[in-house]
Every structure is written in C-alpha cells, then in structure tokens.
C-alpha cells in the first residue's frame, strides 16, 4: 500500500508529486483555508510544500505505517484541490484520526463528504480498523457538520487546546468519533 490511489466517481486521491507544488501552494495558501489546520503556516511557501512532499515520502517508508496522506486530484480538471490522510494510525489498537483541507473555490460542492466517504472506506475496510477520530476546532463550523453528517459522535471539547500555526489563535477542538459499525449503518442508509 505504499504508492495507493483511491478513485472515486469525481476525484483520485492520491500521494503529493513535485508536479503538484503550483496546485498545493495556490489553494492552501489562504487565510481562509489554513485558519483552522493545526500545522499548515501562512504564508504557505515553496519551501513549505517541499518539506510536506518529503515528510509524506518519508512517513511512506514507517513499518507498521502510521500515516496515509493523500492530495485530493479532480478528475474534470487535474488538479490538486485538497488533502486528506488518517494520522496516528496505530494498527494494534485499531484506531486512526482524520484529517483534511479545500481550497476555497471547492467548498460547498460536495468534494469533501466524496474524498472523507473515501477514506473511512480504505480505513474500515481495508485497513481493518474499528474507531476514527475527528478533531475539529469549535468555531469550524463547516468541519464540525462534516462530522456529524457522517455519523460521527460528538464525544467532548477539549478547551484551548490547539493553536493554528497560520494564525497563532487558540482554539477549543471538538472531539468525535466513529465506530465501524456505526458507518457500515451510515452507508446502507446511504445505499437504501
């Protein structure tokens, strides 16, 4: 599973290529973006995308494998206009967190629930576990109903508890999770 691509109806998600870098740096480099990502700076450099690309190369190689990282490519177009990845992934345990950005001119046009949709899908099913986790930080108010439209329980706050590098503001995040049963309801009401 190292070098994966996952094809949805619209998207490919898939690793970051240095061909990406223009893609990357025009849609994650906004305020608007990065405000509520933990770790993405703004400005979001050249040297900031070359350092991602060889983290992700780098995390590739880890046995047992503790990230997966994907761009989110649109077919129509062929470019990059997102990302999305499980983090902490601890294989034993059976758990992983979620994580994943837009690029501003792709919000509210359904990329995010087909690119998520995705992803729990190579998490439950493929990779075998049995809880993801969410963390979205209070005032996300786009990221918090992402979660609960997948089903996602909201579990607790943890209060200032994070601050985003783009900005230096402390945020409260909000804690959920979903359990594999509970998407595999989630989908064959989806299918129904």
């Given at each position: ?14 690793r970051i290529e ?175």
């Amino acid at each position: 599973m190292k070098n994966m691509k996952i094809g949805t109806k619209r998207l490919v998600l898939r690793r970051i290529e240095k061909k990406d870098i223009p893609d990357l740096i025009q849609n994650i480099n906004n305020l608007k973006v990065s405000r509520y990502l933990l770790a993405v700076p703004y400005p979001y450099t050249l040297k900031d995308a070359k350092w991602w690309i060889a983290h992700c190369k780098e995390t590739e190689k880890e046995k047992p494998r503790k990230s997966y990282s994907f761009n989110i490519e649109s077919k129509a177009i062929k470019k990059i206009v997102g990302g999305i990845g499980l983090i902490h992934v601890d294989s034993s345990q059976g758990i992983a967190e979620v994580g994943y950005w837009l690029g501003e001119k792709y919000w509210r046009q359904g990329i995010m629930s087909e690119a998520l949709n995705a992803i729990l899908n190579l998490a439950f099913e493929k990779l075998k576990l049995r809880r993801i986790n969410l963390l979205a930080f209070k005032e996300n108010k786009a990221s918090n109903a992402l979660a609960r439209n997948f089903g996602f329980k909201y579990e607790g706050r943890k209060r200032k508890a994070a601050i985003a590098k783009s900005t230096g503001k402390i945020y409260d995040e909000n804690i959920y999770g979903l359990l594999k049963e509970e998407w595999k309801r989630k989908q064959g009401k989806r299918r129904s």
